[in-house]
């Protein structure tokens, strides 16, 4: 469904003059280009997802190029907060140690995995939109430039909770099983390029255009894991 719905919302944005921002993942980059995500990095897709999205990605390219589209497309790597249920992170070691259970984590923990904060990225994604001279650009969405493996958000997590850092790394026939259960799993095995590996999100050309400082992973964890304690208070 994602193609149609991007062709006409191009479609309307043309017809009515109206400007386009659109909040992407990386899903169109794939195999060793995840080792280091930037804008430059080559639509490689090889799971299904990312077909789909660099089908996406293309149409607006091609109507920035050719219908004059004034349009922005604005990458995320994978995400948190304080808000859950769409987070990998949060779903695999937030839960699972706020039950007391091992924090879980998928192929190799061992491997550098950038984890861009919610927050800033509704900050970069409204920077943005609100700058004339950004338009007709891919932008990587700020987060911070800590080569943080998977082991390393499970510390970082287990720490702020008082928990045990101890965890589990699934392979991943074990996640098309959980998949059965768990919807978000399900999603998953097609995408274990971006765990086996390392998979870095560079965002340096948005922080040094707009002088901007992402938030760094303790603090972001700090500050989720914070928020989620008062809310179950």
């Known amino acids: 469904m994602w193609p149609p719905l991007i062709k006409n919302v191009i479609d309307a944005c043309l017809q009515h003059k109206a400007k386009f921002v659109f909040f992407d993942n ?9 080792k280091h995500i930037t804008e430059n990095s080559p639509i490689s897709p090889c799971s299904k997802k990312g ?3 660099a089908e996406v990605d293309r149409l607006i390219l091609v ?53 861009s904060y919610t ?10 939109g609100n700058t004339t001279d950004a338009y007709n650009q891919i932008w990587n969405l700020p987060t911070d430039d800590e080569k943080i493996t998977g082991e390393g958000w499970i510390n970082l997590f287990a720490k702020e909770m008082n928990s045990s850092s101890k965890y589990q790394v699934l392979p991943n026939w074990l996640v098309k099983t959980l998949g059965l259960f768990i919807p978000i799993m399900k ?47």
Not at 79 to 100: A, C, Q, R, T, W
């Open 26 to 34: 990386v899903y169109a980059i794939g195999g060793d280009n995840v």
């Open 51 to 53: 077909l789909v999205r």
């Open 63 to 115: 109507a920035i190029e050719k219908q004059k589209l004034n349009a922005i497309i604005a990458r995320s790597a994978d995400f948190f907060s304080e808000v859950k249920d769409k987070s990998m992170l949060m779903i695999m070691v937030y839960d699972n140690l706020s039950k007391g259970k091992k924090a879980q984590w998928l192929c190799n923990a061992k491997a550098t995995h950038s984890i």
């Open 119 to 128: 927050p800033d990225l509704g900050k970069g994604t409204a920077i943005l």
């Open 187 to 233: 999603e998953l095995p097609e995408m274990n390029y971006q765990f086996d590996r390392d998979y870095f999100f560079d965002s340096s050309k948005f922080n040094k255009r707009f002088q901007f400082t992402p938030t760094t992973n303790v603090e972001a964890v700090r500050q989720t894991v914070k928020a989620l304690a008062q809310a179950n208070r």
